[in-house]
């Protein structure tokens, strides 16, 4: 029988990990007893620089139960960084990895039906939720637009799909090969190429503690996915340049014109004036859009 891994990421969590710890010692069981996984399948907490007692909780799970280890990182590296970091570390001493948030929001019932998709052939296996009907206006708003975005950037995502998804030894060896700065694994793993399948649960209230995940880090994440997963960024911004090479152009033959057959110094001293901005600027981008904006009210 295979061993399974239960890869779970911790920052600030010791509200939570106790149940946590509950929750998936009692799914482990179950399935060791269907004999569906091996019995030193474990649960891998990796503390993510907490600040709080969350190691400290990890350390005595891991006293109270050979089921539990944990991973302590040198510091607060994020959630993406944190997963790969248990990925990488269970991959050599299990079978099957599964990356399971703490907070238990996502549904551990399905966990036997990833296990039993991996059984029939699948090397990963994603946890979709089937709607948003438990967020808010604004998240639930958001999260599609950022789906509806990365499809128009060309990045290829399971839609409603976050960190919850079962992984073979093989793919996360083949994950490993990948020397990415800026993890967004939700969009990476589509990449490995292997057989892949879907579960679908509905998600669930956090069980306790707050969300480790305010809208800036949303927005920090959604960024590395757009920027490391699509070269459409680079071609808007070389198109932008192009337009203000355009207009810049439009811009002096005008001051030259307006300089030579009416005298008008103003023109002539606003193209000089924006010429040595830009040169000046030259490493502040925002200074040079809102000259080039400014340009383009001026000729009009």
């Excluded at 990890?58 to 607060?76: C, F, R, T």
């Excluded at 993406?80 to 248990?86: E, P, S, V």
């Amino acid at each position: 029988m295979d061993r399974l891994a239960l890869v779970v990421p911790c920052y600030n969590e010791e509200a939570v990990l106790e149940i946590s710890a509950k929750e998936l010692k009692r799914v482990l069981n179950d399935l060791i007893h269907k004999e569906k996984i091996s019995a030193d399948s474990f649960i891998l907490f990796v503390n993510d620089g907490s600040k709080d007692r969350t190691w400290e909780l990890i350390e005595k799970e891991h006293q109270d139960s050979p089921m539990v280890y944990g991973l302590k990182l040198a510091g607060n590296v994020g959630h993406q960084f944190a997963l790969t970091a248990g990925l990488l570390t269970a991959k050599d001493i299990s079978d099957i990895t599964i990356s399971i948030d703490a907070d238990l929001q996502d549904d551990t019932a399905v966990i036997e039906e990833m296990v039993d998709k991996f059984h029939a052939g699948n090397d990963i296996v994603y946890g979709v939720r089937n709607d948003r009907k438990k967020d808010s206006w604004f998240k639930r708003t958001t999260a599609q637009g950022f789906y509806k975005v990365m499809a128009m950037m060309g990045v290829k995502t399971v839609y409603n799909h976050a960190d919850f998804r079962l992984m073979s030894k093989r793919a996360v060896e083949q994950f490993s090969k990948y020397n990415e700065n800026n993890l967004f694994l939700r969009g990476m793993m589509p990449l490995i190429g292997y057989q892949t399948d879907c579960v679908y649960y509905e998600r669930k209230e956090r069980v306790a503690g707050e969300s480790k995940y305010p809208l800036s880090k949303m927005l920090a994440l959604a960024w590395n996915g757009i920027t490391s997963f699509s070269v459409k960024p680079i071609s808007l911004v070389t198109a932008l340049g192009f337009i203000i090479i355009i207009l810049s152009i439009i811009a002096a033959i005008y001051a030259f014109v307006s300089y030579f057959l009416r005298g008008n110094w103003a023109s002539f001293y606003f193209v000089v004036l924006t010429i040595i901005f830009l040169v000046f600027c030259r490493k502040k981008p925002i200074i040079r859009g809102i000259l080039a904006v400014y340009i383009c009210f001026y000729i009009i």
